[in-house]
Each structure stands twice: as structure tokens, then as C-alpha cells.
């Protein structure tokens, strides 16, 4: 098993570009989540998807974060217009059954927005 | 409001000695209580977990110690390796639920 594939691993945009960010789950694993992680927020939730439909997207910063899951290997993640206070490492879980065997994590997508 | 707190925020530990993560909640829902390890560049990986029927489980050098009572739990790594070194977070869910995550610890062990 490949486990989860994010892509890309590292993107530099300007200020007011779209960023899309991507996300493939584990084959059979039916919860997704997108998390962001700075060294002042630590690990932050920003939405699951539970059978690619989601499910909470409070923890979306503001209307300029989207996400989708259009089926079940495959998720993405939009920023629209992007700012500078986006960067930051974004990371795709995923698990079956949400939280009753553990997530399991992608690398991650580093962003740094200039 | 932060649902699991964890402390310390870093951690030096000489090669050799025990290195001792806590964390503590309030929701007493929560059934399920992992710790991920992360190392630089990488995503978090589930590295043991308990759930509070136990108050103890081992896998290695790596045990978890459970106070439901004090609804409290803590990370203790044996004979720490400097291979160690990485940021550690604990984590919480009730049922099928959601995991929430401390804010991390970053261990680095000392050859």
C-alpha cells in the first residue's frame, strides 16, 4: 500500500494566486481529513469528509479555503485568493471509521505564499 | 478551547534515560488515546494507542499509562534512542468520532 499521496510536496505562489492542493486516501479507508499545521497553531482540522461528503468544514479559516471530494480516492484543497498568513504544511488523513483505528497521514504539502 | 493539553512543549533527554510526555482532558467521553510521532518532513504516524479499560500498554520501549481518574496519560520511552528525537502529539476521540490533538512536544535526545 502506497498509503496517503499528496501532491504537490512543496509550492511557492504569490500572493492572490489559487493553490490547489491534492490529496489521494488509502484504497477502502472511507474518512478524509484536511489538517494545517503551523509552529503557532499546531495541528488543525479544517474539514473531514466521511464517504466523500463533508462532513464539518468549521475549522475552514475563511470562504477563500474550499475543498471536494469528487469520489473516494481523490480530494482536493483550494485556497482562492491565497495570502501570506496561508503558509503553512497541509496534511491529507485518512481512516476507516474515522477515529476508531487511527488516521493515517500523507507528507504533506509545504506552502509558502510570498 | 484546546480539548487535550499537552506538556512539556520541548523535551532534552540525554541517550539512554526516559523521556515522559503528559496529557490531560476534560471530555469524559473520550474513549480512544493515541500518540502520533512525527519527524521532521514527514506527516504524524500512529505510534500506540489505549483505550481506558487498561491502565497500561507496552509495545516496546514505548509505554502508555492511563489515569481515568485524573483523566490524565502520559508517553514514557525507555532507554531513549537519539533515532527518538521527533515532535510527539497525544490525541483523543469518543466513539467513531473525531481525534483531537495536544499541541505537540519536540523530543531530541542527546547522544
Known amino acids: 500500500d502506497a498509503g496517503v499521496i499528496q501532491s504537490p510536496r512543496h509550492e511557492v505562489t504569490e500572493m492572490g494566486q489559487e493553490v490547489t492542493l491534492r490529496c489521494k486516501p488509502i484504497s477502502g479507508h472511507n474518512s478524509l481529513f484536511w489538517y494545517r499545521q503551523t509552529m503557532m497553531r499546531g495541528l488543525e482540522l479544517l474539514i473531514y469528509f466521511n464517504n466523500n461528503v463533508p462532513i464539518d468544514d468549521s475549522g475552514m479559516p475563511e470562504d477563500r479555503f474550499s475543498a471536494k471530494m469528487p469520489n473516494a480516492s481523490f480530494s482536493t484543497l483550494k485556497i482562492q485568493p491565497s495570502e501570506p498568513r496561508d503558509s503553512a504544511v497541509y496534511f491529507c488523513a485518512s481512516s476507516l471509521n474515522r477515529a476508531l483505528v487511527g488516521y493515517t497521514f500523507g507528507s504533506g504539502t509545504r506552502l509558502t505564499v510570498v | 478551547q484546546q480539548q487535550v493539553k499537552q506538556s512539556p512543549q520541548s523535551l532534552i533527554v540525554q541517550k539512554g534515560g526516559i523521556s515522559i510526555i503528559n496529557c490531560a482532558y476534560e471530555?469524559?467521553?473520550?474513549?480512544?488515546f493515541p500518540w502520533y510521532q512525527q519527524f521532521p518532513g514527514k506527516g504524524p504516524a500512529l505510534l500506540i494507542a489505549?483505550?481506558?479499560?487498561?491502565s497500561e500498554k507496552k509495545e516496546g520501549r514505548f509505554t502508555i499509562s492511563f489515569n481515568k481518574s485524573a483523566k490524565q496519560f502520559s508517553l514514557h520511552i525507555m532507554d531513549s534512542q537519539p533515532g527518538d528525537s521527533a515532535t510527539y502529539f497525544c490525541?483523543?476521540?469518543?466513539?467513531?468520532?473525531?481525534?483531537?490533538f495536544g499541541t505537540g512536544t519536540r523530543l531530541t535526545v542527546i547522544p
Open positions: 490525541a483523543a476521540s469518543s466513539g467513531a468520532n473525531n481525534l483531537f
Open positions: 489505549i483505550r481506558p479499560d487498561v
Open positions: 471530555n469524559t467521553a473520550f474513549d480512544y
